[in-house]
């Protein structure tokens, strides 16, 4: 299954309708940015976002969120197609939302839902109810933000944290 | 290091917004078909947790939203109720799972 927000399938999320992609920008920062990720399996992508977090304090227990994060994919992977990933999840261990996003020069079996590799990760963490109530928003808004080809394409070339944020602030 | 029945207990309570978000996930175009895979998830962390923890969690959950509510600046973020020293140095040290004594909902420190 592969999300399209088209004329032909399912309604836009409301959530996403009352965000503007600017608004994501403020969730995401240099120290949750990589460029280039190691890992080279679902697994090891999974650990190196959790390392990431703590790196970043902005989880101080590595095992909750990694555990979040498998058990989340369980559920169903978070490989939505068109080579992206939006690994994500509300857990106790974090206060703020943070959005931590990572590529693949090469691609990463993911288990996406069209079985393609996925180059571009987007990681959303968040506390069980945040103050304004983001979570959901974000992760339509992202969704509906990967689901343009020509925003994919632009940050697969990006190489640093300004011109990851230029590509956002460039998107209408 | 974070106490083991903690860590159970956040593992927990992770795992039962996950199950309530499924909906709304699901809404937004995302695959959620393994709901059995977080049903029996559930049911082995449940077997960790000891059992007079398990049952406050369980009151804790149908009374708020959320059963446990983490410490900032040594306030009780589920009622704002600044927390005694003492059970500061206990929370901080990891050692027991403290319950807040203004509202008894279960403390997680983050720093």
Same mark, same amino acid.
């Given at each position: ?15 996403? =309708? ?21 890992? !080279?399996?679902?697994?090891?992508? @999974? ?14 227990? !590595? ?10 994919? /369980?559920?169903?992977? /978070? ?12 857990? /106790?261990? /974090? ?7 990572? !590529? ?6 993911? =288990? ?12 959303? @963490? ?28 632009? @940050? @697969? ?16 | 290091? $974070? ?6 207990? &956040?593992? *927990? ?14 809404? $937004? ?32 959950? %149908? ?5 446990? &509510?983490? &410490?900032?600046?040594? &306030?009780? *973020? ?20 403290? *319950?807040?004594? %203004?509202?008894?909902?279960? *403390?997680?420190?983050?720093?």
């Amino acid at each position: 299954m592969r999300v399209v927000w088209s004329k032909h399938s399912a309604k836009k999320p409301r959530e996403a =309708e009352n965000m503007e992609v600017g608004d994501l920008i403020k969730y995401f920062g240099e120290d949750l940015f990589i460029p280039n990720l190691r890992a !080279k399996n679902k697994d090891a992508v @999974l650990v190196e976002f959790a390392n990431l977090f703590v790196e970043s304090k902005i989880v101080r227990k !590595k095992d909750l969120i990694l555990e979040l994060m498998q058990k989340r994919e /369980t559920l169903g992977s /978070t490989g939505i197609g068109s080579g992206v990933a939006i690994p994500h999840g509300r857990t /106790t261990a /974090t206060l703020e939302v943070k959005i931590a996003f990572g !590529k693949s020069e090469k691609g990463i079996d993911f =288990e996406a839902v069209d079985k393609k590799p996925v180059f571009l990760f987007f990681v959303v @963490l968040a506390p069980p109810h945040d103050e304004n109530n983001r979570y959901l928003p974000i992760l339509g808004k992202l969704v509906e933000v990967l689901n343009e080809s020509k925003n994919r394409k632009k @940050l @697969l070339k990006v190489e640093s944290f300004e011109e990851f944020i230029q590509v956002f602030e460039g998107i209408e | 290091m $974070l106490n083991k029945q903690l860590e159970f207990l &956040v593992a *927990l309570h992770d795992l039962d917004m996950m199950l309530k978000d499924i909906e709304d996930v699901k809404a $937004l175009g995302f695959e959620a078909e393994g709901i059995e895979n977080l049903r029996e998830a559930r049911e082995e962390l449940i077997k960790k947790i000891r059992k007079p923890l398990l049952s406050t969690y369980n009151k804790l959950q %149908g009374r708020y939203k959320r059963s446990i &509510v983490p &410490v900032k600046d040594d &306030v009780c *973020l589920g009622c704002f109720m600044r927390i005694p020293t003492q059970l500061i140095t206990r929370g901080r040290s990891d050692q027991d799972v403290i *319950l807040c004594e %203004g509202c008894g909902r279960i *403390l997680y420190w983050y720093d």
